[in-house]
């Protein structure tokens, strides 16, 4: 199916965007002399489709309020077939930013293009890839990342990955990475402030102006559209992040901080510090507008500039049956910008991206008296499932029937979710839209690409021996270890799972990030004791710098903490210990004492609990990296390329050595079959992962 030229101006008109058509190729007619520095954050381009893609500079001027630059798209690197030219308006009011979509190219193809002001002051040349016709039936290849944390990281993973995308075969090459979120981090630490945190040193990011943010302990935190800007451009000046969006097409989705740590809707939320945000959610939207070129529709109606609309901070009460708040100022900032979108990539990938922040329902494990249950310091902070799973379904919970009191072992309070709606993570709008997607997808894989998680992570502590506790956990039940993402979310998770299976949808896939870890498996609605029923596969990809909870138990976990064992098994030879965290969440409690005895693997895996994570084939709570999804006709391939904990940058052009390269494949199933993962170790150790 190919859009007509009509089609395509109602296209760019739904996102402000004016027309560059391309034509017939030509020489260029600009006097382009590269000024990188006059371009400090690059070029980018962003959702490509079979014709058409965004191309994105900032070039800042010292006078004036607008300039107009020139961008042109070659079949060349040389500029010698130009098919496209257009003019890219930059202004104060975009920060200087600018994004065009050019259209009318040939699918499935690679295009270089670059910006020239009208004294030839010219940007760095970038490629960009346009998606494959939607018959197209050869393979696609993308890349998935997240949590890039240049404060307190290097992003090497990026060096790796264009390393190995220049030397792939044609048809092996990445078409686009999907970036799942964390893009920036909104809580900027100050390396005079802090030199370190955990195995990291505090890198110069970005300063947050006088008087627009706030402090929580080390973090400063943006409360204005020059706040989030500056962290923007602090991130693009990372040399191996400017090369990754010179050489790729970007799609990207935000997670939470882009706008607030422990934000949802138009709350701030970070740490002890709480305020309505009506106005920091409208200046962060803005600066991912800004600096993320992306087919979305800003307020002002125009790809030009944002356009934010007014609103006042006022407290966020009164919610509907959906967990949205009705009040005025935060709707209009919620709405600002919707980045749910879908993309059609050649016959085998519909892409559906959501937005699990912007819509959420509040936190509904924070209620003060759950802490009177038990003491959860005692069990480091694992919760029951059973009682989470009543928080999450609120009033839904029990077929209608919550129970009305919640209960541990002999405590027992007040269910405080009983009249509540269930959990959404989604919000009642998107969540509909998600399940329309998904019934309406025709390619042979859809992929429901989300910031954050739908793998359960949980553990079987009725399994811990005596005294590690002051008080056995009550036999039966597991403790869930997770929040905020649909692995603890099972009443969304089941609604989507339920239409995946009843609408016999085969190929569904999950990708997301957030954890900061490696994760394949199977999206299961349920887990044993629950009817265990896998509907598609789920990955997670590991960070690609931000720090991983196997760095944060290196430093947090006491060393006489009883429980220790199911985190980290100490070596004696003095190397660092290993993660059996990993094989906590996959195997149980007994696998982690016995390994952390006799650290042999196959023993331990011998004792592993069949019925705590039937649902996981792969986790790795320490990696670093990327991965990689190729699809076909009848199979899916997810590759987990992991690299050291990326402390410092490396300069080599490879961007450092790799600890390991995973493959999980699955061939394409029928309707009513199970997807079936095969895992298989390309390259180095996954250690305590498998
Ligand atoms: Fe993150």
């Keep these: 199916m190919s859009l007509t030229r009509r089609d395509f101006i109602q296209a760019a008109a739904s996102i402000g965007a004016s027309l560059a058509l391309g034509g017939t190729a030509c020489r260029s007619r600009t006097s382009w002399r590269e000024r990188r520095d006059l371009y400090p954050e690059g070029v980018a381009s962003g959702d490509p489709d079979s014709q058409s893609v965004i191309l994105w500079t900032r070039r800042p001027f010292a006078r ?8 042109e798209v070659a079949e060349d690197e040389d500029f010698k077939r130009v098919i496209a030219h257009a003019a890219a ?3 104060a009011a975009s920060d200087w930013t600018t994004r065009v979509l050019v259209a009318g190219l040939p699918p499935a193809r690679v295009y270089w293009y670059r910006f020239t002001d009208a004294d030839g002051n010219g940007s760095r040349i970038g490629r960009t890839i346009t998606a494959p016709a939607a018959d197209d039936p050869r393979s696609v290849t993308f890349a998935f990342v997240s949590c890039q944390a240049c404060n307190e990281g290097a992003l090497n993973a990026y060096r790796r990955m264009i ?17 799942l979120g964390d893009f920036i981090y909104e809580v900027v630490q100050y390396p005079e402030e802090a030199k370190t945190r955990l195995d990291r040193t505090i890198y110069e990011v970005a300063r947050i102006p006088e008087g627009q943010g706030h402090k929580v302990g080390n973090f400063h935190i943006p409360l204005t559209v020059d706040g989030y800007r500056a962290i923007y451009k602090g991130y693009l000046h990372d040399p191996d992040l400017q090369d990754a969006r010179a050489r790729l097409p970007f799609v990207c989705v935000w997670d939470n901080h882009e706008f607030s740590w422990q934000g949802w809707q138009s709350q701030v939320s970070a740490g002890p510090f709480e305020q309505p945000g009506q106005s920091v959610k409208i200046a962060a939207n803005q600066a991912w507008f800004e600096y993320i070129p992306a087919r979305v529709a800003p307020p002002s109606g125009s790809l030009e500039q944002f356009g934010p609309p007014a609103v006042k901070d006022v407290k966020l009460e009164k919610f509907d049956d959906n967990g949205l708040c009705l009040e005025p100022n935060n709707l209009v900032a919620i709405n600002s910008l919707k980045v749910y979108r879908a993309l059609r990539y050649g016959k085998h990938l519909d892409l559906i991206i959501t937005d699990l922040y912007s819509y959420r329902s509040p936190d509904p494990y924070s209620d003060e008296s759950l802490g009177k249950l038990g003491d959860w310091e005692d069990y480091n902070g694992m919760f029951p499932e059973d009682v989470m799973q009543a928080l999450d379904g609120g009033r839904a919970f029990n077929g209608g029937k919550p129970p009305d009191e919640l209960r541990f072992k002999d405590g027992h309070v007040p269910n405080p979710r009983k009249d509540a709606p269930p959990q959404t993570l989604l919000g009642a709008e998107q969540k509909a839209w998600l399940e329309d997607q998904l019934k309406r997808a025709t390619a042979t894989w859809k992929i429901w690409g989300n910031s954050m998680g739908a793998l359960e992570w949980r553990a079987d502590v009725e399994n811990l021996p005596p005294g590690m506790t002051k008080a056995p956990w009550p036999a039966g039940t597991f403790a869930n270890i997770g929040g905020r993402d649909h692995g603890s979310a099972w009443t969304e998770r089941g609604e989507i799972f339920d239409v995946v299976r009843e609408a016999k949808i085969t190929g569904f ?4 990030g957030d954890r900061h870890s490696f994760w394949a498996g199977y999206a299961s609605a349920q887990l044993p004791p629950g009817k265990y029923e896998p509907v598609g596969l789920s990955f997670i990809g590991a960070s690609l710098s931000s720090p991983g909870a196997a760095e944060a138990h290196e430093h947090r976990i006491k060393k006489d903490l009883p429980m220790r064992p199911l985190y980290l098994a100490d070596r004696t030879d003095g190397a660092k210990p290993e993660c059996t965290f990993n094989m906590l969440l996959k195997h149980g409690v007994r696998s982690c004492i016995e390994y952390t005895k006799t650290f042999d693997r196959e023993r331990a895996r011998a004792l592993s609990n069949p019925a705590l ?8 709570m320490g990696g670093h990296g990327y991965a990689t999804v190729r699809v076909s006709g009848d199979e899916l391939r997810t590759e987990f390329v992991c ?12 961007g450092g050595p790799l600890r390991y390269r995973t493959a999980h494949t699955a061939k394409l199933w029928r309707p009513g079959e199970r997807p079936e993962l095969t895992q298989k170790v390309l390259e180095g150790d996954p250690g305590l992962g498998i």
């Design 64 to 71: 004036g309020d607008k300039h107009v630059l020139t961008v």
């Design 89 to 91: 308006p930059v202004s």
């Design 163 to 179: 390393f190995e995308d220049e030397r792939a075969a044609p048809g092996d090459q990445l078409g686009f990475v999907l970036h």
């Design 509 to 512: 896939a999950i990708v997301s």
């Design 613 to 620: 994570a039937p649902h996981l084939a792969f986790v790795d």
């Design 643 to 654: 690299i050291p904990r990326p402390i410092k940058r490396i300069e080599s052009p490879d």
